[in-house]
């Protein structure tokens, strides 16, 4: 890429580059099938907002980031970051007679994956859209018409901080432009547009981090689109896998009101990271790591993470990403209804609470062996095992019953101590893949499936059933009802001894999956 014009306005805190890129289709070698393309990049800085305005015909993820950066240095007052998503909906101000073509609704209750972002388009999409979806969605993109000054104008807006607008038009025109968003991007106003798009929640500004991050999933996006990564494991060997198929969990001996800091592992690669708002970006990698990891050959993944947050989880439920915040769909949780608990008698199994797999112990047997014996003479027809990085669940099993198939998904957690009670550490891991496995509530369940048993040197196996079985079962010509499942299995848990705190996060994962309409009641197989 090279930048075959610039000219500089310091009337108008303005800078226009353009910018000439030669590219090779990556199925050749030769130069004489390179193309020549030429991008317009505009930024504009708004000194009262301290706003800066990135105006790219090239869109490329990284490149907003390298160019904001490009104009701060070290004692500039403000640290380059995007608006939150609630801020970016100021843009909304002072706009009469607002007609929407189209609206993006990103599920708020995960629990069916079908609906996990919902786009409806027409002429009035706003009309659709009533106050019981308030609960279930959140507001995502949108894109409509309306009156500003006297004048028909179009405006978009997506989550990842970018607007547009449809219209012709020279550079003073668009810094004026600009210059009116910024004024209501730092309002202090709310905007109404009288509609269906109010009733959906834009969140609200993440100032703080806060308390009792319990869980972190991957972004929606990711599942949409999964991408690559690569990396030298430490035998030396590189390394290609899907990012889908590595563990994202919270670190929690380093997490704190400043931090939360989370480990990327499995497949030979352990890459710690860390969530900040005191710093200049909001992802940074762990000093400590000794691996690189590529995302798609050719961006790290910090960096990749950047463009793409994960999603972190408190402990009721409500979730932060980037610079945005969204609370609990509700304050009042119903409690937890102990007869969703199931006392299995492990030391009568001869089953070693504090061992979660693998070889017996000098206690027993291992909560997996217990369970995988206990499933295979179950009812169900299929049992399928995924232990490991990036797994579905430790379990999947399939139940066919008149045009019926229930998916259970069983997620195992050893004890921490010898004797069952209630720890807070033996419940946040195991209650974060409880509810991650929403992701996976569709027919999508057997794509993951094939993709798990097809990754190389993979230990995912059928235990009960096999492919051709299952392949069957949720052939859409069968008509089959699907119906889900989250099953937790901790020993470490005790009925009598549960305490408030792991009933409520219970509870709330409870409600989080089965508000989403998808999943039945969780169910626990804990001690007595």
Request: charged letters at 25%; aromatic letters at 10%.
């Amino acid at each position: 890429m090279k930048i075959i014009h610039r000219h500089i306005s310091d009337e108008l805190f303005t800078a226009v580059y353009v910018v000439r890129q030669q590219t090779r289709p990556e199925w050749t070698t030769v130069d004489y099938l390179d193309s020549t393309s030429y991008d317009l990049i505009i930024n504009y800085y708004d000194r009262d907002s301290g706003l800066l305005f990135i105006c790219s015909s090239l869109r490329l993820d990284g490149l907003y980031e390298h160019l904001a950066w490009e104009y701060a240095n070290e004692n500039a007052p403000f640290t380059p970051r995007g608006p939150s998503l609630k801020r970016l909906n100021r843009v909304l101000l002072d706009l009469e007679d607002l007609r929407f073509f189209n609206i993006g609704m990103r599920k708020t209750a995960l629990g069916n994956n079908s609906e996990a972002y919902r786009t409806l388009a027409g002429s009035s999409v706003e009309q659709a859209i009533d106050q019981g979806d308030s609960r279930a969605f959140r507001r995502g993109h949108w894109y409509g018409s309306a009156v500003s000054g006297g004048e028909r104008i179009t405006i978009g807006l997506s989550s990842a901080s970018k607007l547009w607008s449809n219209k012709n038009t020279q550079i003073p025109q668009l810094i004026a432009w600009c210059r009116q968003l910024a004024r209501k991007i730092i309002s202090d106003r709310v905007p109404r547009t009288f509609s269906g798009l109010d009733f959906l929640p834009t969140g609200e500004d993440l100032t703080t981090i806060p308390d009792t991050v319990v869980f972190a999933d991957w972004d929606a996006s990711l599942y949409m689109s999964p991408h690559i990564v690569t990396f030298t494991n430490p035998k030396g060997a590189l390394v290609t896998c899907q990012l889908l198929d590595l563990d994202l969990h919270i670190n929690f001996a380093e997490t704190n009101a400043q931090q939360v800091s989370f480990i990327i592992s499995g497949n030979g690669v352990n890459y710690g990271a860390a969530f900040s708002l005191a710093t200049d970006r909001l992802i940074n990698a762990s000093e400590e790591n000794v691996q690189e990891v590529l995302v798609d050959e050719e961006m790290p993944l910090d960096e990749f993470l950047n463009h793409r947050p994960p999603v972190f989880y408190t402990q009721d439920f409500g979730s932060f990403q980037s610079v945005s915040y969204f609370p609990p769909m509700s304050s009042d949780v119903a409690p937890f209804d102990m007869n969703q608990f199931e006392v299995v008698d492990w030391r009568a199994s001869g089953t070693d609470i504090q061992k979660e797999f693998g070889d017996p112990s000098g206690n027993g047997r291992s909560v997996h062996a217990y369970l995988k014996e206990q499933l295979v003479q179950s009812d169900a027809d299929i049992v399928f095992y995924d232990h490991g990085p990036g797994e579905i669940a430790d379990f999947v099993t399939f139940r066919i019953v008149s045009r019926q198939v229930r998916v259970s998904f069983y997620h195992c957690k050893a004890s921490s101590e010898p004797e069952p009670g209630g720890r807070v550490a033996d419940a946040y891991e195991v209650c974060g893949q409880a509810v991650k496995c929403d992701k996976w509530a569709d027919r999508r369940i057997l794509e993951a499936v094939k993709r798990r048993l097809n990754r190389p040197d993979s230990t995912s196996h059928f235990e009960k059933g096999n492919l051709e079985f299952l392949e069957s079962a949720l052939n859409p010509a069968q008509r089959n009802r699907l119906i889900f499942e989250s099953v937790v299995v901790q020993p470490g848990f005790s009925s009598a001894g549960l305490g408030d705190r792991i009933k409520s996060l219970l509870a709330a994962a409870d409600g989080f999956l089965f508000e989403g309409g998808r999943f039945d009641r969780i169910r626990v197989l804990g001690s007595a």
